[in-house]
T-cell receptor, first 113, second 113 residues
């Protein structure tokens, strides 16, 4: 059974640009959530999708957005990139959301220069 | 204010020894608490998930406890191995199925030969 796949693994962008990250969940999983991880802040919750609906959103500016498709694949978009957006972006999938185990992908390392 | 605090921030132990990591939380209403292990450069891997009614849960050499009255959880690692060197992150979900997630900053464990 394939795990959670995130693409690309590494990305370098310049300030002001926008970026789209992709996450393919484990087959059969309908919940996908996104996280930002930085050395200073640790892991922070971005948003969570279930069956194409955003169920929850963390405390991030509107430049961070996401969506989930009918096949449960999810994308995350960051517009007008800032240097502080440099981080490891992790995606996790689970069958539902509340009590089932979440499986993480390897992450996308985004560097903004 | 909803918070999750982990201690210690870092820990060095000798191979074969036991250790206990702590997680204190102040969230309401509590839904569940998860412990994750994150190796450097990789996504977190779930160790245990505990709901309000569960006091203890084991996963091999890892045993998590939860005291919902004092809002404390611990992760006990028995007979540590070099491969246990990683960051251990406590995550608390609150607010039910559409609730939010709060992450602790993690404990960085180093197991030395």
């Amino acid at each position: 059974k394939a795990g959670v796949t995130q693409t690309p693994r590494y990305l370098i962008k310049t300030r002001g640009q926008q970026v789209t990250l992709s996450c393919s969940p484990i087959s059969g999983h309908r919940s996908v959530s996104w996280y930002q991880q930085t050395p200073g802040q640790g892991l922070q919750f971005l948003f969570e999708y279930f069956s194409e609906t955003q169920r929850n959103k963390g405390n991030f500016p509107g430049r961070f957005s996401g969506r989930q498709f009918s096949n449960s694949r999810s994308e995350m978009n960051v517009s007008t990139l800032e240097l502080g957006d440099s981080a490891l972006y992790l995606c996790a999938s689970s069958f539902s959301a509340e009590h089932t185990e979440a499986f993480f992908g390897q992450g996308t390392r985004l560097t903004v220069v | 204010k909803n918070q999750v605090e982990q201690s210690p921030q870092s820990l060095i132990i000798l191979e074969g020894k036991n250790c206990t990591l702590q997680c204190n939380y102040t969230v309401s209403p509590f839904s569940n608490l998860r412990w994750y292990k994150q190796d450097t450069g990789r996504g977190p891997v779930s160790l245990t998930i505990m709901t309000f009614s569960e006091n203890t849960k084991s996963n091999g050499r890892y045993t998590a406890t939860l005291d919902a009255d004092t809002k404390q959880s611990s992760l006990h690692i028995t007979a540590s191995q070099l491969s246990d060197s990683a960051s251990y992150i406590c995550v608390v979900r609150y607010g039910g199925s559409q609730g939010n997630l709060i992450f602790g900053k993690g404990t960085k464990l180093s197991v030395k030969p």
